[in-house]
């Protein structure tokens, strides 16, 4: 059983930056890849990163490629991310997620993430 909580959302104006934080429970954190993924208003949740188990290998959508940055500090249980030139159109609730799968990244897909966190709004206005 793996237990998540986001942080680090809040308001800014394009441009800005954000640093979310993603504070998981349980000694096998660091077996897992993780991911994070977000939902805006009337939309499905998509994909926005993903990390494998050491951070070594990462993965992103188109979207936020050159402009978020996704980590992972095991010794503290976290993943993060930074995201840099924020725009209106990455408004959303922003949740991270886990793979117990495996230690490497197998998917971007909702459905194949079983641990959820309860999600943090980030808000962008132009």
């Known amino acids: 059983q793996v237990q998540l909580v986001e942080s680090g959302g809040g308001s800014v104006q394009a441009g800005g930056s954000l640093r979310l934080s993603c504070a998981a429970s349980?000694?096998?954190?660091?077996?897992?890849?993780m991911g994070w993924f977000r939902q805006a208003p009337g939309k499905e949740r998509a994909f926005v990163a993903a990390?494998?188990?050491?951070?070594?290998?990462?993965y992103y959508a188109d979207s936020v490629k050159g402009r978020f940055t996704i980590s992972r500090d095991n010794a503290k249980n976290t993943v993060y991310l930074q995201m840099n030139s924020l725009k209106p159109e990455d408004t959303a609730n922003y949740y991270c997620?886990?793979?117990?799968?495996?230690?490497?990244?197998?998917?971007?897909?909702?459905?194949?993430?079983?641990?959820w966190g309860q999600g943090t709004q980030v808000t962008v206005s132009s």
């Open positions: 349980g000694r096998t954190f660091r077996s897992y890849a």
């Open positions: 990390i494998n188990w050491n951070g070594v290998t990462t």
């Open positions: 997620a886990v793979d117990s799968r495996g230690a490497v990244v197998r998917s971007t897909n909702v459905g194949d993430y079983d641990y």
